[in-house]
Nanobody
Framework: QVQLVESGGGLVQPGGSLRLSCTTS????????MGWYRQAPGKQRELVAT???????NYAGSVKGRFTISRDNAKNTVYLQMNSLKPEDTAVYYC?????????WGKGTLVTVSS
């Protein structure tokens, strides 16, 4: 059974940085497409970034140049380095794993950007 556990969220001041981690178990991580999504209060969940099994990355326009997604296949972990954080980045951040036609989600980690 595939499981995902996110960590690294917290409170940070505008302009600060955080690194989120998502560690998975089960299946074959190296072939999975991994992604980070976020959901702000009162809004729909939206894509933040994805990374393919081969390392190809994709970013939402609102985070491009500030966030970096990466993966460590040896640790079954995907990361999201978030720099120059803004109050509008405040949201619950979710990790998603896609194995062919099946998607798995973590429970999320809260990121709050506030002074």
């Amino acid at each position: 059974q595939v499981q995902l556990v996110e960590s690294g969220g917290g409170l940070v001041q505008p302009g600060g940085s955080l690194r989120l981690s998502c560690t998975t178990s089960g299946g074959i991580f190296s072939i999975s497409v991994m992604g980070w999504y976020r959901q702000a209060p009162g809004k729909q969940r939206e894509l933040v970034a994805t990374i393919s099994s081969g390392g190809t990355t994709n970013y939402a326009g609102s985070v491009k140049g500030r966030f970096t997604i990466s993966r460590d296949n040896a640790k079954n972990t995907v990361y999201l380095q978030m720099n120059s954080l803004k109050p509008e980045d405040t949201a619950v951040y979710y990790c998603k794993r896609s194995d062919y036609a099946t998607n798995y989600w973590g429970k999320g980690t809260l990121v709050t950007v506030s002074s």
